[in-house]
């Protein structure tokens, strides 16, 4: 608590002690502070509890109606709190302070009516003392509108009946009051027996206030608690809350530019500066921030600082408090708009308001985190203990100079607090000397950064220091560390400005999980982690790749600058390109790797692009995809960056189904700029692969096998390995033999964390959307399809599968029977899923809906030569696939392969279509059916895809191309 704060809460303490009415509360609840002791003049309480005795006496039946009264007390004085919080005149620190004095009048009012009405005793002995104590937050003074209650009923020696009988009856009127109290009742001597064993009760008993009762024995726990438990164990207590910081941090996600942070226990929020000052007070017997300015561990502004931050987090924690109704602490996509509006923030300068909130919000993170190194860095030196971050050994008093810095305790320190004001390339220094040695940097050091860091704009242009700022972006150690302390210090983004725009910058959707600087910097750890091999067990061909990488330091740049022009409005990429064109050669590298550099961010995501959204057996793909890549080179880099873009945004977002479209591209591409995969190499490959199968089918005879090959065309040779084809030979063959209408097989691929499901079935229109709808109804995923018609009529359908809810392999037996069961009841029209999907769909969550997924259909003839390519983006919901296949299969079109892949709540839908002759969709006026249509489907996703076509006129949304 501030010193502002603490005479604030001093006055409502002076108010109650004198029967004046605190500022802003009910009277109903000042007055009746004093309700039973006071025989003068008539207060609201007082009558109305004399009231309730008469009425109801003193047993059990009195606690409803005194619970009606002291409720309606409660509701009024939250609504008045509340009522000057948002109408703005009062602020959050106003708000939580008295939050707390309401609460704190309430116990007072139940403790008094608890011992003089309902227990009472004319000369209570010396066992019945005690003291109603506040801890935790509580006992700072500080409650947010729905936080925790905690009460320590502190006693002299072990309880007696009566006072059971008291604590009873206040705890269960609260209770039934609905407030949430955490409660303990003990002694002086268990306080501190329990405080010496647990951290946390060590933590809770630093900040004690007397709300009711005997106060003597508060002071005396606290001069037992001084004297017992402070003296001499503060390195243990440092070391224990700084674990239990890090482990609480490693819960919440372990970086304070999550998306959705927790405001509370995350990193960078609340809890992160009540440690601090946890510390601060354990070590140091402060009461206030302030103080800690006096003691020399923070200096005047950090503690302008501390407190300027603690006022935001308690704005946004009240707002969101009020808003949901309960202790809600994380800032979920669906609140932060209105939260934001809630605080003031606008639409302004071409960011929209909630992003203006939540760039705020994650610098006052890193202004914690500021704090919590300095901080740290400062204690770790005070308590004498080794190092947490990787140092070199502690030597008290050990002073020597390294490359122009003072190496103090095995931390780099400055010589002079104005050195970077002196000499500003020495910033640059700090951080590389630091990186090439592996050694921290000493709090002294940091805090004359901060004085200075204006300067660092004067590096922008300076060779020296763009050589230094290079070697380590693209040196032989991790720099990730390096340039994330870059960062939080302010460096990076005055020394790139275009990196300071992206700097706590949203990245507004339920795929990425990080702001995009947070996102940069773990990219360029997962490339140090690739090209080194550490992944290699992870990501063999990823590892194996960056190995043979020649542009080394080209490949380290185009990750920094990779999402640079994320915010700008309009493609990323391609304004990305020019960024890199002016700052690359500022950078020092070679024309041949500034061209590299601009061509990775321009393309930087075209290698997944066509992995996940384009038919990979498609002539065409490949051929275009090589064409534009145009060097082996070119290609390493880009899977290198593709698997740490991908693998950097966020947990889970990797997969090993992704991994293998990435591959499989990757060594098409790489086949064909060998010679390979043109007309006459197709064909070749068609032989190949189908005298593969035939020395594969031992024991079949020889009318057998060419049988089997007679069944399918040209591009099923191409899509599956020998492995496969010949599992596919005998389950035709057994379907054949037996007269089965419909044989399913189904196979689990860990390596691709998916299962693959082969349906062997006559073929017919709008099979594949009845396969898509059996297959949502029974929990499959489906992320990968091939659709093939045998020469016989019979189609054969092979879809890679995950599942739904717990994503991998869908593997249990009990799963893969009813996905059986549902394909047959389908096919036989039992089950009709359009309507079974529709009673299941749910409607989409607030935090869903909140993500931003703009509809968006394209219908493309120059891709394929063979097919019409549609694209489809759209919210992603249950039966989303059945709903736009079976539309396609209205449209009288064929299906012949589809792409499905799922980014957070957006769904990207490829089908490769050909109308009922076998060629493209070429008339204009189709093709505007089509759009259309599809677009209806997306439309509503709480809504199932049944409506009459409409008309749009939104051309810029078709791409059309002449039949080639």
């Known amino acids: 608590m501030d010193l502002k704060a603490r005479d604030n809460h001093e006055s409502l303490s002076r108010a109650r002690r004198t029967g004046a009415q605190p500022s802003g509360l009910p009277a109903t609840v000042a007055s009746g502070v004093q309700a039973s002791t006071a025989a003068a003049a008539p207060h609201p309480l007082r009558d109305a509890f004399a009231a309730l005795v008469d009425q109801h006496g003193t047993g059990d039946s009195i606690r409803p109606p005194l619970v009606a009264v002291l409720k309606g007390a409660l509701d009024e004085g939250t609504r008045g709190i509340r009522q000057r919080f948002e109408a703005g005149q009062a602020d959050a620190t106003a708000c939580v302070h008295e939050t707390c004095a309401l609460v704190d009048d309430l116990i007072r009012v139940i403790a008094d009516f608890t ?76 306080c501190i027996r329990h405080a010496k064993e647990d951290n946390t009760i060590r933590t809770n008993l630093l900040e004690l206030r007397s709300l009711w009762g005997d106060s003597e024995l508060l002071a005396e726990l606290r001069r037992r608690y001084a004297r017992e438990v402070m003296v001499g164990n503060g390195p243990a207590f440092v070391v224990a809350k700084l674990a239990e910081r890090d482990e609480r941090h490693r819960r919440m996600g372990d970086s304070r530019y999550l998306l959705e942070p927790n405001i509370k226990e995350g990193k960078g929020g609340l809890r992160d500066l009540q440690t601090l000052f946890w510390i601060g ?7 206030t921030v302030d103080e800690l300015v006096a003691k020399g561990v ?118 002079i607090d104005h050195q970077f004001k002196d000499q500003p390339i020495d910033i640059m220094r700090l951080f590389h000397v630091s990186y090439l040695h592996g050694i921290d940097i000493h709090p002294r050091a940091l805090r004359a950064l901060t004085r200075s860091v204006g300067v660092v704009r004067r590096l922008r242009n300076d060779p020296e220091a763009n050589r230094l700022f290079l070697e380590i972006l693209t040196g032989r150690d991790n720099p990730e560390a390096t340039l994330r302390r870059m960062s939080e210090a302010g460096v990076l983004a005055r020394f790139i400005p275009d990196f300071g725009r992206v700097v706590a910058q949203m990245q507004y959707d339920m795929y990425h999980s990080f702001t995009v ?58 304004l990305g390109e020019k960024v890199a064109e002016k700052l690359c050669p500022r950078f020092g590298l070679t024309p041949e790797e500034c061209e590299t550099v601009a061509w990775l961010v321009r393309h930087h995501l075209v290698l997944s692009a066509t992995a996940f959204r384009r038919d990979l057996e498609d002539e065409g793909t490949v051929r275009d995809f090589v064409e534009m890549i145009q060097s082996p080179e070119r290609l390493r880099l880009l899977l290198v960056l593709t698997i740490a873009d991908i693998r950097a945004v966020g947990p889970n977002r990797w997969n090993a189904w992704r991994g293998a479209l990435l591959g499989e591209l990757y060594h098409q591409a790489l086949e064909r700029m060998s010679g390979g995969l043109g007309p006459v190499r197709r064909q070749e490959r068609v032989r190949l692969a189908q005298e593969r199968v035939r020395a594969a089918l031992t024991g079949w005879s020889n009318e057998e096998i060419d049988w089997f090959l007679s069944l399918g065309y040209t591009p099923y040779w191409l899509a599956f390995d020998t492995e496969t084809q010949a599992r596919h030979a005998s389950l035709v063959r057994e379907a054949e033999r037996n007269g089965c209408p419909l044989d399913i097989n189904t196979r689990i691929d860990r390596g691709r964390g998916v299962t693959e499901v082969t349906i062997y079935t006559g073929d017919h229109p709008g099979l594949f959307s009845q396969l898509t709808g059996a ?34 392999p869908l593997d249990s037996g009990e799963k893969l029977a009813r996905l059986a069961v549902m394909t047959e009841q389908t096919l036989r029209g039992l089950v009709r899923p359009l309507q079974e999907l529709a009673k299941r769909r749910p409607m989409l969550s607030p935090r869903t809906r909140a993500a931003k997924v703009e509809p968006r259909v394209l219908v493309d003839n120059q891709i394929s030569s063979t097919h019409t390519v549609i694209e489809v983006n759209g919210r992603d919901r249950p039966g989303l696939l059945h709903d736009l296949t079976r539309t396609l299969t209205d449209l009288s079109l064929q299906i012949t392969t589809a792409k499905i892949s799922t980014y957070g709540a957006r769904a990207i839908d490829v089908f490769y279509v050909k109308d009922v002759f076998g060629h493209k969709v070429a008339h204009a006026t189709k093709i505007r059916l089509m759009h259309d249509r599809l677009m209806d489907v997306l439309a509503d996703a709480d809504q199932p895809a049944v409506k009459p076509v409409t008309k749009r006129g939104n051309d810029a949304a078709v791409k059309v191309a002449r039949k080639s």
């Open 281 to 287: 007070k354990f070590l140091y017997q402060v009461d």
């Open 517 to 574: 600087d947070e996102h940069t910097l773990q990219a360029i750890g997962i490339a140090h982690a690739l090209e080194t091999g550490v992944l290699a067990e992870e990501l063999p061909l990823g590892c194996a790749v960056a190995r043979e990488l020649v542009s080394h330091r080209a490949l380290r740049v185009a990750v920094l600058l990779h999402d640079i022009a994320k915010g700008r409005g309009g493609d990323h990429s391609a």
């Open 775 to 808: 297959m949502a109804l029974a929990g499959a995923n489906i992320v990968d399809a091939r659709i093939f018609t045998l020469n016989n009529g019979k189609a054969l359908d092979v879809f890679w599968v995950q599942d739904a809810h717990a994503g991998g």
């Open 298 to 415: 923070f200096l005047k502004e950090e503690a302008a600082g501390f407190l300027k931050a603690q006022r935001f987090l308690w704005s946004v924690r009240c707002h969101l408090h009020y808003f949901t109704g309960r202790a809600e602490d994380r800032l979920t996509l669906d609140l932060q708009a209105e939260i934001g509006r809630r605080m003031g923030y606008t639409d302004h300068a071409g960011a929209v308001s909630v992003e203006r909130f939540m760039k705020h919000y994650f610098l006052v993170a890193k202004d914690v985190g500021d704090l919590t190194r300095v901080f740290c860095a400062a204690l770790e030196a005070e308590s004498k203990r080794p190092p947490r971050f990787n140092f070199l050994p502690f030597t008290l008093g050990r002073r020597k100079e390294m490359e122009g810095f003072l190496l103090d305790g095995e931390r780099l320190s400055v010589r």
């Open 115 to 190: 011992t003089d009405t309902i227990f009472p005793c004319a000369s209570p002995t010396v066992a019945e003392r005690f003291d109603l104590v506040a801890t935790g937050g509580y006992g700072r003074g500080e409650l947010a509108p729905a936080s925790d209650i905690d009460l320590l009923f502190l006693l002299p020696y072990k309880r007696t009946a009566r006072v059971e009988q008291i604590v009873e009856f206040i705890l269960y009127t609260l209770w039934d009051l609905g407030l949430k109290v955490g409660h303990a009742v003990r002694s002086i001597d268990e």
